[in-house]
């Protein structure tokens, strides 16, 4: 590198190593609301309303997949996991939350729902 251009590097890197780190995703305050509105009426603790065996309100369940035995989430790969891929799907059929639920997902908790499980998607338990 010339002695011009590391002038001009130099300054720069300086400056992105003052950018701030993004935080973690935190489930209790960011996650754990999303599913609760979204996903936990049909795929949360009340077993009799369970849809298709699935269980996203707690880890094991999310991890273990539903009747399908196709994992929701692969820990550290939101590429790999089900949950991503049905939200994002366009396939009425298949798309989470149905279309019938009138439920949407903002693309804002759709990444932060990615970047969760990219960070290992840790469940923690409520502080009550």
Known sequence: MSRTASLFAAP?????????ARAAVDYAREVQPILAEN?????GPDQKDRKGGLRLDTREG????GKSAIASIVVGQ??????IARLHSTDEEVIMPPPQEKKTLTA?????????IAEGAPYTAHWA
């Open 78 to 83: 939101p590429a790999d996991s089900e949950l």
């Open 108 to 116: 804002a908790q759709k990444d932060t729902l990615r970047r969760w």
């Open 12 to 20: 720069l890197l300086f400056l992105v190593s003052l950018a701030p």
């Open 62 to 65: 999310a991890l273990k997949g």
């Open 39 to 43: 996903c936990f009426h049909c795929h």
